[in-house]
């Protein structure tokens, strides 16, 4: 095969075969394929697109390109949930408990984060100890004995994707449904979920912005899911504001834990129960999504959800003792309300500013160097449809920073107001099972 043959195939719109891409992705991870060649096999995905099996085959070569997880050894059916990243996002650290207090193994493989909070290894090192740094063994072991164990990602788990989106990231081709769902549905395969759920974010906070976006692209990670014999489904859910009321890292833990508690904020309580029931069905403990939310409130209204969460924390080193008195988790030093200029309603939100401002707070990070602070974050007490009074606080800053003038600013300027009544947005716009 020559690449300049592939590149040319793909340029006229023809079909690539299985044999064909996956000498792209082991020549291209080999070396053997120059970054102008990868780079113009790139824009020609980017605009002439892939169907079905051409997708699901660029996914399981990529997953086959290092490091794939056997989970044999784990009793069940393992379901994994992917989010493709929101404002306020920390629902892993509450389906996790949900899920496997209902004797579904949860085998999680999560990573550290970029932008505006860390990811759930950062959010979870809020308790003191607790340790993400797992050989194979000791993953399996938890897992059986405890249906729930969070790792770090390994070093070498789809290097190709790596190297094509670093790639793709420098040639403006990162704006690909077909290229994005093989990037998240490859490390999905190669972390050995048997089933996996996705939520999939649309609005302001989300990486598609628009509706049909979003839905293409759920589209796309489920069918590839279903091709590589995954049970596989979609939920498409709102970030046009933040979820839940807090942004930041310890700030989100002490929220996860009150949802746990069943004293969560409405839309994270509703979303993350919609989700663990969707993984309750897939892991064959319920037999339709109506079952599995029933089984999932009961687990929190008796009170097994938070003492799996209290057993999954101290089987890693951590201090369990913070789920029952979440206030030990770092406090940051100065606090400070935001309050409206004027009275009326919220209409908008711009999540992605209300993120923004957390990063600015230490709360992310902007390179991978960065140190996080876990402190520190936001607090939101007016989201879209609340009534607003002249001079209450909308927001609450947690900081280590005395003075935080900018980042008030950026905060304010992500609110708008409406006289009179506005509407409280949608949560879910649609579930995709095929």
């Known amino acids: 095969m020559r690449m300049v043959d ?33 780079s113009a096999f790139a824009m020609a995905l980017y605009f002439q697109g892939m169907n079905e099996e051409e997708a699901a085959s660029l996914t399981f070569a990529m997953a086959e390109s290092g490091d794939q997880l056997d989970l044999s050894a784990i009793e069940g059916t393992k379901v994994d949930k992917h989010s493709t ?37 950062d959010k979870l090192e809020a308790f003191k100890g607790f340790r993400t740094e797992l050989n194979q063994n000791e993953f399996i072991r938890l897992v059986n004995e405890n249906k729930i164990a969070v790792a770090g990602q390994s070093g070498n788990l789809t290097p190709a994707d ?37 939520d999939v ?125 979440p206030e030990i988790l770092n406090t940051a030093k100065f606090i400070k309300d935001i309050t409206a200029h004027e009275a009326g309603s919220v209409e908008t939100m711009h999540a992605a500013q209300i993120g923004k401002a957390a990063m600015m707070l230490g709360a992310g990070r902007a390179t991978k160097d960065d140190e996080i602070d876990h402190a520190v974050g936001i607090k939101l007490h007016k989201k879209i449809g609340d009534e607003v009074h002249e001079a209450e606080p909308i927001a609450t800053l947690y900081s280590n920073q005395e003075d935080t003038a900018h980042v008030e600013e950026i905060v304010r300027n992500a609110y708008t107001f409406v006289h009179g009544k506005s509407k409280k947005p949608m949560l879910i716009y649609e579930t995709i099972y095929k």
């Open 6 to 38: 592939i590149i040319a195939k793909k340029r006229d719109g023809e079909v690539l075969t299985d044999a064909e891409i996956r000498w792209f992705v082991n020549g291209y991870s080999n070396e053997d394929i120059p970054d102008y060649q990868a």
């Open 85 to 121: 990243g929101g404002v306020g996002d920390k629902t892993t650290l509450i389906l996790g408990p949900l899920v496997a207090a209902l004797g579904i193994p949860v085998a999680k493989m999560s990573g550290r984060g970029l932008g505006h909070t860390g990811g759930t290894i």
């Open 162 to 198: 790596k190297k094509l989106y670093a790639l793709r990231d420098v040639t403006a081709t990162v704006d690909s449904i077909p290229l994005i769902a093989s990037s998240v549905m490859s490390k999905k395969i190669a972390a050995g979920a048997d089933a996996i759920v996705l």
């Open 201 to 325: 974010k649309t609005g302001s906070g989300a990486f598609m912005e628009n509706l049909e976006d979003a839905k293409s692209l759920a589209n796309a990670m489920v069918k590839i899911g279903h091709s590589l014999n995954r049970n596989t489904m979609a939920v498409i859910s709102n970030m046009d504001q933040p979820l839940g009321r807090f942004v930041g890292n310890a700030l989100e833990v002490k929220e996860a834990i009150e949802t746990l508690h069943g004293k969560g904020p409405e839309d994270l309580h509703e979303l993350s129960v919609t989700l663990a029931a969707h993984m309750a069905v897939a892991g064959g403990k319920a037999s339709n999504e109506k079952e599995g939310r029933q089984l999932i409130e009961e687990v929190i209204s008796n009170g097994k959800a938070v003492e799996k969460m209290k057993q999954f924390i101290q089987s890693q080193g951590g201090d369990p003792s913070a789920v029952d008195t």
